[in-house]
């Protein structure tokens, strides 16, 4: 029986070994390929400079990394993934990308083997980066001191001691190095077996809760579970104890924060819950919990208001159903009230004298009516899990938050001077509940909306009221996955404000324009074109929301025909959303995006982040698709009405709604028709047209030019500034999503949309109607 016992456990300690030679066979050529990429974006500044080259070399540090955690090519990921972000912090000077190189850095140092000469490596740029970028001296000493101690011999040794004398606030030669001893564990790592990793998890979890429970903890109580946690996490490499030791590691940190009050003991918990996140698989429960915990200290804790929204954007997005969603949906529509009230007033925006005497052309205010509208399909029990709202001078957008499609009546209601009350309307929901999180009344300061109200009307019916400074335009659109009312307010002078009178009547000739006119029109648009400073890239779809897609159909190894999917549309946009962004920014642009990565990002929010962020064009970026594979071109959107069913169906399709249910949007674009961006944008969208299909037809055949289209796009609508929607050619033809897949022709597209920008501006410069 021993003897049986024993060619066991050789057999598994052979099996392990091997299987750890297998994974770091898989890494090596990766790795090396990873490598290269980061010697190459770092040989010259130009490329060093560009961000996307930079994240694009750490996602391939990082896919090497998953390979194996725990193989001998694992800790010299994370250290390449380090210098990915101190190269970028270097450049972007942003404490977030600072933080997560120490973040790296302290991994790698923690999977090298003890004495490794990666080490002081590793903690030497920790320590520069704390110290230079971070301010936190305390951090970089204790690092600078281990490398003195136990790698005085090191390629580092001397610049730790003068970067320690400096931080210290001696000379050099009185910070004698000490001669390095045998190495030995670094007092904050405990070595935990691997077989007693679920025990010293749950000791680790009891001292949590001990060290909780009392009312005035000593911060060493604190630093020992971190330890533990650490330990345990470290010990297990990958799977859920080591995810949830990382996230217990953060919270350890995090409740010592709130009793500290110091940053660096935020910093710490933001890194802890980074590695859980990281650690966790995406369908795991706690996952949107970490992500939560860390939006919530950055923000909170960190005034890291960036790196929180875009956290807290993840939970929203990909745990729409989880237990943090609600949270962070409230804490987002803190963070886009407080940058909403950041827009400037109308007042302070210049406008030409002979533009402000011209005759306005106004919408017409909605009388007092009612009128009842339900989602598309059936209706049933809901709840109002949100309402949050986006306001500025002479536009407001409020969403309502729903788990089910509804039946909804709106209304809306004169101002009574009699009884002190404002002009209103209201939504009625019914079969509705109002969550519990909901609040009852919201304030909107500046611009023409008061405030938001939600209440239970009914048992089984909740109503929204929104109360209006003065009588206002509305428009009601409802969106599903998932499900939404957005309500578009527009202040009813913001359009007289900016369109000069220049045309006769509908039933007149079409006349020419007179010298004053002229001159006006000239002024204005020579005004407007001084302003195209900042270029808003929307990568269309995103997340778990791929757009068109094309599968290719093999047969297997047994002969059956299969299909696999080939090309997304959410990967093109991105890809071709980068490109332009760099080539814009090589032009002298500011470029701002509505995703820099793959996650979704609701409709009603992309417009919406470039109204708030004020920038001066809007370019959507789309691949179109159609049931005839044979169908191929180019063609460019401005928001207006649709001209067929083509167009149509294709709008639809944009707006994630059924067919029938676009009529909805078109009726709003019919009560818009009027508005000066909108003209605005159907002259960019034909000089986008018009230069990017004669840059394809240069070094591409076959390429068809649909022209620039009105279509009701819904992610055009409310934008304050031109806006066009680019279809950059059919992903459903062969031959055209082969050419998406190919860098040189996102190349091309976008050296074509930038012809278009730039003769767009050109003309605003020099118009003279």
Known sequence: MPSRFVVLLAALVLFFTLSGQAHATDQQPQFNAALKSFKQVLSSEKSASRRDLWTDVHARFERVFKISPTSGYAPKCLYYMGRCYEELARRSGLRSDAHRAVDYFQRATNRFPPGDSWIDDCLFRKAEIAF???????????????????????????????????????????????????????????????????????????????????????????????????????????????????????????????ISRRDDDFMKAVEGYERAVDLFRETDSWRDDALFRKGYVEFTHLNDEDQAYADLLLVVRDYPDGDRAVEAKELLRAMDEARANELPDAAAVSTPQAASKARPVAPEVRPSTAGTSTFNGKTGDATLLGVRYSSGEDFTRIVLDLDNAVEFKERSLPADEASGKLSRMFVDLKKTRVAKNVKARQEVPGGFLKTVRAAQNTPDTARVVLDFKEKQEYHILTLENPYRIVIDVFARKSVAKEIPKTFGKPDQAPRKPGKKERDTAKDVLAQLGMTIGTVMID???????????????????????????????????????????????????????????????ALEDRVLAANIKKADLFISLHCNANAKSSVRGFETYYLGKAKNDIVLRLAAKENNVDPMKISDTQKIVLDLVHSFKIEESRVLASHVQKHSVRALRSKYKGINDHGARSAPFFVLIGAKMPAVLVEVGYISNSTEAKLLRSDEYLHEVSRGVISGVEAYRKELQTAGL
């Open 539 to 601: 990568a269309g779809h995103g997340g778990r929301d791929p757009g068109a897609v094309q599968y290719i159909r093999y047969k297997d190894n047994k002969g059956k025909l299969r299909k696999k999917l080939r090309t997304k549309e959410k990967d093109v946009t991105l890809r071709l959303a980068r490109i332009l962004g760099a080539e814009l920014k090589k032009k002298g642009y500011k470029v701002l995006y509505t995703r820099a990565e793959d996650r979704k990002v």
């Open 132 to 258: 230079v970028r971070l301010g936190d001296a305390r951090s970089a000493a204790e690092d600078l001191r281990i490398i003195r101690r136990l790698y005085s011999k090191g390629d580092h040794a001397s610049k730790a001691a003068k970067l320690l004398a400096r931080i210290e606030g001696r000379s050099t030669a009185s910070a004698p190095v000490v001669k390095k001893s045998a190495p030995k564990p670094s007092p904050k790592q405990v070595a935990v077996p691997k077989a007693e990793i679920k025990s010293a998890y749950d000791k680790a979890q009891k001292a949590f809760k001990v060290v909780r429970s009392k009312k005035k903890p000593s911060r060493d109580e604190f630093l020992r579970v971190a330890r533990r946690f650490a330990a345990v996490s470290e010990a297990a490499g990958s799977g859920v104890y080591a995810a949830r030791s990382a996230y217990f590691e953060g919270f350890t940190w995090d409740e010592l924060g709130r």
